[in-house]
């Protein structure tokens, strides 16, 4: 019982991390702040408007894999029995 409480101080849990994808963006910019360094800025509709800012920057932009896509209309259509 005491080796189990002493295993649980010696290890704590590491901090969890934020999401770093915004669901509401399709693009990211990926900004490099050194060699492993780097975050995301989710906020871009289109490539094009993302390689913009990117532009003179130590930056790229990548396809959010975790955007959710525009909401969804119902169809008013009733099917037939």
């Known amino acids: 019982m005491v080796s189990a409480i002493l295993g649980t101080l010696a290890f ?15 693009v990211c910019l990926q900004v490099y702040q050194g060699f492993v360094d780097y975050y995301f800025e989710c906020g871009y509709t289109s490539m094009a408007q993302c390689q ?3 532009s003179g ?17 119902r169809s008013k259509k009733r099917t037939q029995n």
């Open 12 to 26: 704590p849990a590491a901090p969890a991390r934020a999401q770093t994808y915004d669901p509401r963006y399709p």
């Open 52 to 54: 913009m800012s990117a």
């Open 57 to 73: 920057r130590s930056a790229s932009c990548v396809v959010n894999p975790y955007y959710a896509g525009p909401k969804g209309k």
